[in-house]
């Protein structure tokens, strides 16, 4: 089972999309999936309109089980015992959406990790949480906020690998920069990159973006499909003193690109995936392309390969 983390400093870049995309793709490929909502804003809960159906909660599943707390401000025992028994939770407080895919949902009462005692209890029960969920799920995918917090910092530290999501702005490439720098200490993840947010027409900005990222980043050895753009990235180990150490393990360009499109807008705004949606075809190709390289990147870290599966079967379930 993999772990992986969408995260990026910067809003507008596509994270929530790809974070659920992906997650579908697995799902689509028959890998048991479960994407957690990390991020208070909850888009990726929104997306899917459950809060529109009669007798969801309101309130963050995660909030629910974590905030409850004595008199002295700290987690109570009962609490504590429900997180080592989350098992028994599972049908309470993670939703089934697809086949083969769930949600944990996320809510703006996560913010309340960030304030008093609550970073210490997320750093507690988090990694717990994750090492529990582990023995139910093919591929569990995170949807991270767009800020580096507890939240985000903890998210990382359970990851095997970390998926930053960039468009060709500037300040999309300083936001990877600066999210790279801050997870320094951070030990484990591999990362990945994805172009997202693609205008095909607009290629002179690209360049000139990715002619700044290469000033930061230099590439490791190409691996397998993982093979490395020499113009673009890989490794912040040269540079500024304060990156040249920044990550211990390779970060890789994902060859596949996203590009902006209207229709994904329009499945946001119906709850659906690109994978429910026979005139979406393209985009779930993407999607499914993304989720296949992430799964070769995990391979090379000594990851399981995703379970052959009747994907003639799923496409029926599917529809």
Not at 187 to 201: F, K, L, Y
């Amino acid at each position: 089972m993999s772990v992986i983390v969408f995260s990026s400093l910067k809003g507008g870049v596509g994270k929530t999309s790809l974070s659920i995309n992906v997650a579908a793709g697995f799902a689509r490929r028959g890998c048991k999936t479960l994407l957690i909502d990390l991020d208070p804003a909850s888009h990726a809960t929104g997306c899917f309109k459950l809060r529109t159906q009669r007798g969801f909660p309101q309130e963050s599943p995660l909030a629910r089980l974590f905030l409850a707390r004595d008199g002295s401000g700290a987690i109570s025992g009962e609490q504590a015992a429900k997180v080592d028994d989350w098992a028994s939770q599972e049908a309470e407080l993670i939703v089934p959406l697809r086949p083969y895919f769930e949600l944990l949902p996320g809510g703006a009462e996560l913010r309340y990790f960030q304030w008093g005692q609550g970073p210490k209890a997320f750093i507690t029960f988090f990694p717990r949480l994750v090492d529990e969920l582990r023995y139910h799920y093919d591929f569990i995918i995170v949807d991270t906020p767009p800020e580096f917090n507890v939240l985000t910092r903890n998210a990382i530290a359970v990851a095997d690998l970390v998926t930053v999501p960039v468009d060709s702005s500037g300040m999309s490439i300083t936001s990877l920069e600066e999210l790279v720098i801050s997870a320094q200490h951070i030990d484990g993840p591999s990362w990945s990159i994805c172009r997202t947010m693609v205008n095909r027409q607009a290629s002179r900005i690209r360049r000139l973006s990715e002619g700044r990222l290469s000033k930061y980043l230099n590439h490791p050895e190409p691996e397998q499909n993982c093979e490395s753009d020499d113009d673009f990235i890989d490794m912040i180990r040269q540079g500024s003193s304060r990156s040249a150490a920044a990550v211990n393990n390779p970060i890789y360009l994902l060859r596949t690109t996203v590009s902006r499109t209207e229709e994904q807008n329009r499945l946001s705004f119906l709850g659906k995936t690109a994978f429910d949606n026979k005139s979406s075809s393209r985009l779930a190709d993407d999607y499914l392309s993304v989720a296949r390289e992430l799964e070769t990147i995990l391979e090379l870290r000594g990851g399981e390969s995703a379970p052959e599966v009747d994907t003639e079967m799923l496409s029926q379930l599917w529809e």
